[in-house]
């Protein structure tokens, strides 16, 4: 079966006073139906660039390319702007890190919630209503009816970040984009939402493209997982591939940073990764991680072939062990 | 045995306006909170957001002042203290390394303020133990006349520990130092943050709201909720058997990247309380899946079991059968 | 990260040359105040001087025009292009002093109610909006009625009634800094309210400041004209180009450019000034944080 989304040779170039500035840098990955790819790395690395360049939410001063960017049968690339208003809110939706900032304060949750439905299916308030109230209460609202009357600044960011998740599936989409839909939130509230997430997400068939920083979420939620760093993909796999056996040293790196009670021993010196990412203004060669790399070697000077391990692909000059 | 820094039913109310004609709400952030801070510990603080794990902070600090209880530094009452004083031995470091460094300030200046205000040594002399910390925490001393927005969000965050560490306190009050930055940042502070506790003979109290850096770097964990603590123990038996269905939640939420595990149920409901009503009883209750009668009425005490102590009735000798 | 950074000097200063407005503004100001400190180098002439047998000469551009006074001259001989350099000085001094007076007044005020809050506020607050009942062009026309008009009354009634704006937005900035976490570490350093003041609220909030400050200027300068047109200002024969404009009214059809040229320097004037505040708001962002 073909992908649900397909993304090759994706770049995004920002003009900053300084220059261009390369946030996604050829980046390739594809989404079944139904599966879930966290997209993970640190911030600068590309991955909300990824994300807003899926949606076509691209800022003004930024440069969308890409060989080939299909969803469910449509050329994202070639499309009009119109298609591409079409598509996003009703078989593509997006759930912001920041609820607040993403629900419009004017209105209630019920007249946004409508809205989009009927933006994109039409059929009568009633009808958007009742849909509002059954999703309302799939995210685990109580008193839905109530609720539709009332407006954002009433709700916790939890109850927030339900009701956005409501809104990415009013119209019954086939993907959603999330990018760092827990992190305003409680440690707690974010448990529960990403298992609501992933709950709705089995129950309604959607496939998930997951942007964070967490590794924690992308381990616990993840099918596969694509490591982004200086806007580039430098690895991806099954979670299972990834965690068990980076292949990257970044990667390697990442997981080795944090502490896991259990695994880690309290007080004992952690993993760390020396330097900073580079900037990614002007013409970037080689491997960008070799400056902070510690089996960096002559040859990452140039661009690291990629290396190829039953479905688990990461782009570093040593193969694999 | 003298505790460095004895915090006694501590309390801070806030009263928060809620529009021009509505009548005015009392907050109250931190709610009763009873510490001891032992010297060369790490005392973890834990909790969410509204838990009064900062303003706790700010009045350890003596930034705000308490509006009932006493805190004392090795058993003088911090209103009689001079605040120098106690600004010679408690400093902070911030949760975000951009609000937290003046940006119209050089980083040598910035570093060196608490020497100044000190009187300590003329300017070349502040200078040089400025550039001479600023070295000690992993800044090259040509950062020095640069300016805050020139740095990475690791780089601030060293120079906000610099500028702590400059005058050498004792107490250094950690409040979510890492929780701003990328992890593989925080890894990098998290360890020389242990350096420097060892180097200098720091204590800490390191507040944060992720478990698992807690676990890391703390010898004993406070919880809180809702201006409360509602578990005080040594950080291993914390993390081995939590006693509080809080700190139980609390622990099955840090999402360790351990694939297959998946996601927790944390037996949560959705019942957040309204910090500005919060529920009569445990604060904890409605969201409780253990809650019984007793926890709607009474406010729990602290109740000893082993090395731990908890403010849950189920711990509680009068009422613990309740639970069975 | 190790790549050498730019000096913040060389940044300031490509920023500023870069700014068109900023640049516009500073040259015609730096005109202006040349003109207002060398006045008496440039004057081809006396401005007090009458000479009444060349009274309301046009100027150069006019067929009747000549080199002698190049802007011609008023109804009394007076060399009209003197006169406007002279004005500079009045506009320049009574803009500067009120600037500075009301600033004071304002910024002291505004810092203590956004620093302080509580009661101090709702004092500062409640002496804003008092102030803000009164009208200035009345008080200043009794003040004058009842003193006699100079340039030291015009000065003290504009800088003790202007200072209003500063307060309300130095206050508003204040609150803003206060609340940033580097003003916290500077108080648990034991720094001396007036140190945190000083050295951590007021470089923050100095961008704003001297936005206001500019466009308070311009306004101060403005109203000078104004007071004088309607011979509440500086006394004749000071010449002041608001006063220069209530002169020529009389002649206006006649003589327009006896109004045109004050007016135009007045508006040349103001219009620096803004974007001289303008340019500073926009060059003074503190790097980073984008």
């Given at each position: 079966m073909?992908?649900?989304?397909?993304?090759?040779?994706?770049?995004?170039?920002?003009?900053?006073?300084a220059?261009?500035l390369?946030?996604v840098?050829?980046?390739?990955f594809e989404?079944?139906?139904?599966e879930?790819?966290?997209?993970?790395g640190?911030?600068?690395?590309g991955?909300?660039?990824?994300?807003?360049?899926?949606?076509?939410l691209?800022?003004?001063?930024a440069?969308?390319r890409a060989?080939?960017l299909?969803?469910d049968?449509?050329?994202?690339?070639?499309?009009?702007?119109?298609?591409?208003?079409?598509?996003?809110?009703a078989?593509?939706?997006?759930?912001?890190?920041?609820?607040?900032?993403?629900?419009?304060?004017?209105?209630?949750?019920?007249n946004?919630?409508?809205?989009?439905?009927?933006?994109?299916?039409?059929?009568?308030?009633?009808?958007?209503?009742?849909?509002?109230?059954?999703?309302l209460?799939?995210?685990g609202?109580?008193?839905?009816?109530?609720?539709?009357?009332q407006?954002?600044?009433?709700?916790?960011?939890g109850l927030?970040?339900?009701?956005?998740?409501a809104?990415?599936?009013?119209?019954?989409?086939?993907?959603?984009?999330?990018?760092?839909?827990?992190?305003a939130?409680?440690?707690?509230?974010?448990?529960?939402?990403?298992?609501?997430?992933?709950?709705?997400?089995?129950?309604?068939g959607?496939a998930?493209?997951?942007?964070?920083?967490?590794?924690g979420v992308?381990a616990?939620i993840?099918?596969r997982v694509?490591?982004?760093y200086a806007g580039?993909?430098?690895?991806r796999?099954?979670?299972?591939?990834?965690?068990?056996a980076?292949?990257?040293?970044?990667?390697?790196?990442?997981?080795?940073?944090?502490?896991?009670?259990?695994?880690?021993?309290?007080?004992e010196r952690l993993?760390?990764i020396?330097g900073t990412?580079?900037?990614?203004?002007?013409?970037?060669?080689?491997?960008?991680?070799?400056?902070?790399?510690?089996f960096?070697?002559?040859?990452?000077?140039?661009?690291p072939?990629?290396h190829?391990?039953?479905g688990?692909?990461?782009?570093?000059?040593?193969?694999?062990? | 045995?003298?505790?460095?820094?004895?915090?006694?039913g501590?309390h801070?109310?806030?009263?928060?306006?809620?529009?021009?004609?509505?009548?005015?709400?009392?907050?109250?952030?931190?709610?009763?909170?009873?510490?001891?801070i032992?010297?060369?510990?790490v005392?973890?603080?834990?909790?969410?957001?509204?838990?009064?794990?900062?303003?706790?902070?700010?009045?350890?600090?003596?930034?705000i002042?308490?509006?009932?209880?006493?805190?004392a530094l090795?058993?003088?009452?911090l209103?009689?203290?001079?605040?120098r004083?106690?600004?010679?031995?408690?400093?902070?470091?911030?949760?975000?390394?951009?609000?937290?460094?003046?940006?119209?300030?050089?980083?040598?200046s910035?570093?060196?303020?608490?020497?100044?205000?000190?009187?300590?040594?003329?300017?070349?002399?502040?200078?040089?133990?400025?550039?001479?910390?600023?070295?000690?925490?992993?800044l090259?001393?040509?950062?020095?006349?640069?300016?805050?927005?020139q740095?990475?969000?690791?780089?601030r965050?060293r120079?906000?520990i610099?500028?702590?560490?400059?005058m050498?306190?004792e107490?250094?009050i950690?409040?979510?130092?890492?929780?701003?930055l990328?992890?593989?940042?925080?890894?990098?502070i998290?360890?020389?943050?242990m350096?420097?506790?060892?180097?200098?003979g720091?204590?800490?109290?390191?507040?944060?709201?992720?478990?698992?850096?807690v676990?890391?770097?703390?010898t004993?964990?406070?919880v809180?909720?809702?201006?409360?603590?509602?578990e005080?123990?040594?950080?291993?038996?914390i993390?081995?058997?939590?006693?509080?269905?809080y700190?139980?939640?609390?622990l099955?939420?840090?999402?360790?990247?351990?694939?297959?595990?998946?996601?927790?149920?944390?037996?949560l409901g959705l019942?957040?309380?309204?910090?500005?009503?919060?529920?009569p009883?445990?604060?904890?209750?409605?969201?409780?899946?253990?809650a019984?009668?007793?926890?709607?009425?009474?406010v729990?005490?602290?109740?000893?079991?082993g090395?731990?102590?908890?403010?849950?009735?189920?711990?509680?000798?009068?009422f613990?059968k309740?639970?069975? | 990260?190790?790549?050498?950074?730019?000096?913040?000097?060389?940044?300031?200063?490509?920023?500023i040359?870069?700014?068109?407005?900023?640049?516009?503004?500073?040259?015609?100001?730096?005109?202006?105040l040349?003109?207002?400190?060398?006045?008496?180098?440039?004057?081809?002439?006396?401005?007090?001087?009458?000479?009444?047998?060349?009274?309301?000469?046009?100027p150069?551009?006019?067929?009747?025009?000549?080199?002698?006074h190049?802007?011609g001259t008023?109804?009394?001989?007076?060399?009209?292009?003197?006169?406007?350099?002279?004005?500079?000085?009045?506009?320049?001094?009574?803009?500067?002093s009120?600037?500075?007076?009301?600033?004071?007044i304002?910024?002291?005020?505004?810092?203590?109610a956004?620093?302080?809050g509580?009661?101090?506020?709702m004092v500062?607050?409640?002496?804003?909006?008092?102030?803000?009942?009164?009208p200035?062009?009345?008080?200043?026309?009794?003040?004058v009625?009842?003193?006699?008009?100079?340039?030291?009354?015009?000065?003290?009634?504009?800088?003790?009634?202007?200072?209003?704006?500063?307060?309300v937005?130095?206050?508003?900035?204040t609150?803003q800094?206060?609340?940033?976490?580097?003003?916290?570490?500077?108080?648990?350093?034991?720094?001396?309210?007036?140190?945190v003041?000083l050295?951590?609220?007021?470089?923050?909030i100095?961008?704003?400041?001297?936005?206001?400050?500019?466009?308070?200027?311009?306004?101060?300068?403005?109203?000078?004209?104004?007071?004088?047109?309607?011979?509440?200002?500086?006394?004749?024969?000071?010449?002041s180009?608001?006063?220069?404009?209530?002169?020529?009214?009389?002649?206006?059809?006649?003589s327009?450019?006896?109004i045109a040229?004050?007016?135009?320097?007045?508006?040349l004037?103001?219009?620096?000034?803004n974007?001289?505040?303008?340019?500073?708001?926009?060059?003074?962002a503190p790097?980073?944080r984008?």
């Amino acid at each position: 079966m073909s992908a649900l989304l397909s993304v090759e040779g994706l770049t995004v170039d920002l003009a900053v006073p300084a220059g261009t500035l390369h946030a996604v840098r050829d980046v390739s990955f594809e989404v079944a139906r139904g599966e879930t790819l966290c997209v993970v790395g640190e911030s600068g690395c590309g991955k909300s660039m990824t994300a807003l360049a899926l949606m076509g939410l691209l800022p003004r001063n930024a440069r969308r390319r890409a060989r080939r960017l299909v969803f469910d049968g449509v050329d994202l690339a070639a499309a009009s702007p119109a298609r591409t208003n079409a598509l996003r809110g009703a078989k593509l939706s997006m759930i912001f890190q920041e609820p607040m900032t993403a629900l419009n304060p004017a209105y209630t949750i019920g007249n946004q919630l409508c809205e989009v439905y009927r933006r994109h299916k039409g059929g009568s308030r009633a009808a958007a209503r009742e849909r509002a109230a059954f999703l309302l209460g799939k995210v685990g609202i109580a008193a839905a009816g109530e609720r539709l009357g009332q407006y954002p600044h009433q709700l916790s960011g939890g109850l927030r970040q339900r009701v956005m998740i409501a809104m990415a599936l009013m119209c019954g989409p086939s993907l959603i984009v999330a990018d760092e839909p827990t992190t305003a939130l409680d440690v707690t509230i974010q448990a529960q939402i990403l298992k609501l997430l992933k709950d709705l997400q089995a129950e309604f068939g959607m496939a998930l493209v997951l942007i964070t920083h967490d590794l924690g979420v992308v381990a616990r939620i993840a099918d596969r997982v694509a490591v982004m760093y200086a806007g580039e993909v430098v690895e991806r796999g099954t979670a299972a591939q990834v965690f068990a056996a980076p292949r990257h040293p970044y990667t390697a790196g990442l997981i080795d940073c944090i502490p896991v009670p259990g695994r880690t021993k309290p007080g004992e010196r952690l993993g760390a990764i020396p330097g900073t990412v580079p900037a990614l203004v002007g013409t970037i060669e080689g491997c960008a991680f070799r400056q902070r790399c510690a089996f960096a070697q002559p040859a990452c000077a140039s661009a690291p072939p990629v290396h190829a391990d039953a479905g688990h692909e990461w782009a570093c000059v040593r193969g694999a062990a | 045995m003298s505790a460095l820094m004895q915090v006694e039913g501590v309390h801070r109310a806030f009263s928060v306006s809620r529009g021009l004609f509505a009548r005015k709400r009392t907050l109250h952030a931190v709610n009763g909170i009873d510490l001891e801070i032992e010297k060369g510990e790490v005392l973890g603080i834990v909790g969410e957001s509204g838990c009064g794990k900062s303003t706790l902070a700010r009045i350890l600090l003596g930034l705000i002042p308490a509006s009932a209880g006493r805190i004392a530094l090795s058993g003088t009452d911090l209103r009689g203290l001079d605040r120098r004083v106690l600004a010679a031995r408690v400093q902070p470091v911030f949760q975000d390394p951009y609000g937290s460094l003046n940006p119209r300030k050089r980083i040598a200046s910035i570093v060196a303020l608490p020497l100044a205000v000190h009187g300590m040594g003329d300017r070349t002399e502040q200078r040089r133990r400025a550039i001479e910390m600023l070295e000690r925490v992993g800044l090259p001393a040509r950062l020095a006349d640069n300016y805050p927005g020139q740095l990475s969000g690791g780089q601030r965050q060293r120079v906000a520990i610099a500028r702590a560490l400059v005058m050498r306190p004792e107490i250094v009050i950690c409040d979510e130092p890492t929780s701003a930055l990328d992890v593989s940042v925080q890894s990098q502070i998290l360890n020389l943050l242990m350096d420097l506790r060892q180097e200098f003979g720091l204590t800490y109290v390191f507040i944060s709201h992720n478990l698992a850096v807690v676990e890391h770097i703390a010898t004993r964990v406070a919880v809180m909720y809702l201006g409360r603590v509602v578990e005080l123990a040594p950080a291993a038996e914390i993390f081995a058997r939590p006693r509080h269905p809080y700190t139980q939640a609390l622990l099955a939420s840090v999402l360790t990247p351990e694939p297959g595990k998946g996601l927790p149920d944390t037996h949560l409901g959705l019942a957040f309380p309204d910090p500005l009503d919060p529920p009569p009883g445990c604060g904890f209750n409605p969201r409780c899946a253990y809650a019984r009668a007793v926890c709607r009425e009474r406010v729990p005490a602290f109740s000893e079991d082993g090395p731990a102590k908890a403010a849950c009735h189920a711990y509680d000798p009068t009422f613990g059968k309740e639970f069975a | 990260m190790d790549a050498a950074l730019p000096s913040r000097s060389s940044v300031l200063r490509s920023r500023i040359l870069g700014h068109a407005g900023l640049m516009t503004g500073l040259v015609l100001l730096a005109a202006a105040l040349v003109c207002a400190i060398f006045a008496p180098l440039l004057s081809p002439h006396d401005p007090y001087f009458q000479d009444l047998s060349a009274r309301l000469v046009p100027p150069v551009w006019h067929p009747r025009g000549d080199w002698l006074h190049p802007l011609g001259t008023d109804n009394l001989g007076r060399d009209y292009l003197s006169r406007t350099i002279y004005g500079a000085r009045v506009s320049l001094l009574i803009g500067l002093s009120v600037m500075v007076v009301s600033g004071l007044i304002g910024t002291a005020m505004g810092l203590a109610a956004g620093y302080f809050g509580g009661r101090t506020d709702m004092v500062v607050s409640f002496v804003v909006t008092a102030r803000l009942a009164m009208p200035v062009v009345l008080v200043a026309l009794a003040v004058v009625a009842l003193v006699g008009g100079s340039l030291v009354v015009v000065i003290a009634v504009l800088g003790l009634l202007k200072w209003d704006r500063f307060a309300v937005v130095m206050r508003a900035a204040t609150q803003q800094a206060r609340a940033q976490d580097y003003v916290a570490a500077a108080k648990a350093t034991g720094a001396s309210t007036f140190r945190v003041l000083l050295g951590e609220v007021l470089p923050n909030i100095l961008p704003q400041l001297v936005v206001v400050a500019t466009l308070e200027m311009a306004s101060a300068i403005l109203l000078e004209a104004a007071l004088s047109f309607l011979g509440l200002g500086v006394q004749p024969p000071l010449p002041s180009w608001g006063l220069m404009v209530s002169e020529a009214k009389a002649y206006m059809f006649f003589s327009f450019w006896m109004i045109a040229i004050p007016g135009t320097a007045l508006g040349l004037l103001v219009l620096a000034i803004n974007l001289v505040g303008d340019g500073i708001r926009d060059v003074a962002a503190p790097e980073g944080r984008a």
